[in-house]
């Protein structure tokens, strides 16, 4: 029995058997892939909050200890973890100074 069906000739056909084992494997290569595109959504959020801070790293800004630990510590977080949906995930608060 075809687990898959398309649409076609205004009506719903069964895959083959060759296009269920294209489905098939591109299914298992999205699966597969899950833990590459959680860390690549939390370097992307990572990375934006370090932008936020970058003015703090020109030359004529003088950066306190409090944030150069918060930029470090975001920078640090792929480390600890590979998604924001890891167990006790967050981001290091920004420094009130």
């Known amino acids: 029995?075809?687990?898959?069906?398309?649409?076609?000739?205004g009506g719903k056909q069964k895959f083959t058997a060759e296009e269920e084992k294209i489905k098939d494997a591109e299914e298992k290569a999205?699966?597969?892939?899950?833990a590459e595109r959680h860390l690549l959504k939390l370097r992307s959020a990572r990375n934006e909050l370090l932008a936020e801070t970058d003015y703090m790293a020109l030359g004529d800004v003088t950066m306190s200890d409090a944030w150069k630990k918060y930029r470090q510590e975001l920078r640090d977080i792929t480390k600890t973890f590979k998604s924001m949906k890891d167990k006790n995930f967050k981001f290091p608060e920004k420094p009130t100074e």
Not at 2 to 8: F, G, N, T
Not at 30 to 34: N, V
Request: hydrophobic share 45%.
């Open 1 to 9: 029995m075809a687990r898959y069906h398309q649409l076609a000739g």
């Open 30 to 34: 999205w699966l597969d892939g899950k």
